[in-house]
C-alpha cells in the first residue's frame, strides 16, 4: 500500500536532453510535494517542492508539475548535465495533518550520459 | 552552516549488542526526524521531534528501537539488542518550521552480523 509510487526505478538520457521522472500518489489529501536528490554516501538533499495550490514550480534547470487530478508529479531537468545522475526520491505531505510526516517514494536513478 | 552532523558514519556490530547513533541538527531548526532506509522499505520515517518533544513515534519498529532529544543540539537513536534485520542506513534530518523542507544528515551505515 504504497502512497507514494515512482514506477520507474531507473532512466538513462543523453547530456544536454530532457529528464523527465515521474511520481505517482494515492493519498488525496497530501497537498505538499518535494523532490530529493541522492548521490551515494550522502543524505538526500531537498531540489525542489511544490504546493497543491498551484501546478508548476520552476528553479532554474528543474522544474515540476502537479496534475492533482491524476495524482501525479514530473520533475524534468532540462538541460541534463553528467552531475545530475542521482537518485530521485518525490515525497509528499499532508501539512494541514497534525502528524506532519513525509512519505518517500522509492527513487528513481537517473544516468546522464556524456 | 554545518548542516545536520551524524556520527559514526559506518558501525558494525554483532547481534545483540546495543547500538547508538547519534545526531546534531541544523542550529536553530525545532524539528528533528529519524530515518532509516533499507531496500526492501525504501526511505521511512520511524520518530520525529518539536522542541527536543517527541510528537510522533508510530514508525518506530519495535521496542528494540527508542530515540531521545535531551536538548536543542543532540538526539540519539538506540537499538538494543540489535538484530540482523536492523541493517540499514539511518538517517537525521531537521527543519526549522513545521512542514518545511527537511535537511538530512549524511547517514549512518548500520550493519549487524
Known amino acids: 500500500d504504497q502512497q507514494v509510487k515512482q514506477n520507474s526505478p531507473s532512466l538513462s538520457v543523453q547530456e544536454g536532453r530532457i529528464s523527465i521522472l515521474n511520481c505517482d500518489y494515492t493519498?488525496?489529501?497530501?497537498?505538499?510535494f518535494l523532490w530529493y536528490k541522492k548521490y551515494p554516501a550522502e543524505g538526500p538533499t531537498f531540489l525542489i517542492s511544490i504546493s497543491s495550490i498551484k501546478d508548476k514550480n520552476e528553479d532554474g534547470r528543474f522544474t515540476v508539475f502537479l496534475n492533482k487530478s491524476a495524482k501525479h508529479l514530473s520533475l524534468h531537468i532540462v538541460p541534463s548535465q553528467p552531475g545530475d545522475s542521482a537518485v530521485y526520491f518525490c515525497?509528499?505531505?499532508?501539512?494541514?495533518?497534525?502528524?506532519?510526516?513525509?512519505?518517500f517514494g522509492s527513487g528513481t536513478r537517473l544516468l546522464v550520459r556524456p | 552552516d554545518a548542516g545536520v552532523i551524524q556520527s559514526p558514519r559506518h558501525e558494525v556490530t554483532e547481534m545483540g549488542q546495543e547500538v547508538t547513533l547519534r545526531c546534531k541538527p541544523i542550529s536553530g531548526h525545532d524539528y528533528l526526524f529519524w530515518y532509516r532506509q533499507t531496500m526492501m522499505r525504501g526511505l521511512e520515517l520511524l520518530i520525529y521531534f518539536n522542541n527536543n518533544v517527541p510528537i510522533d513515534d508510530s514508525g518506530m519498529p519495535e521496542d528494540r528501537f527508542s530515540a531521545k532529544m535531551p536538548n536543542a543540539s543532540f538526539s540519539t537513536l538506540k537499538i538494543q539488542p540489535s538484530e540482523p534485520r536492523d541493517s540499514a542506513v539511518y538517517f537525521c534530518a531537521s527543519s526549522s518550521l513545521w512542514g518545511e523542507t527537511q535537511y538530512f544528515g549524511p547517514g549512518t551505515r548500520l550493519l549487524v552480523l
Open positions: 493519498n488525496s489529501m497530501f497537498d505538499y
Open positions: 515525497a509528499a505531505s499532508e501539512r494541514m495533518d497534525s502528524s506532519y510526516k513525509l512519505i
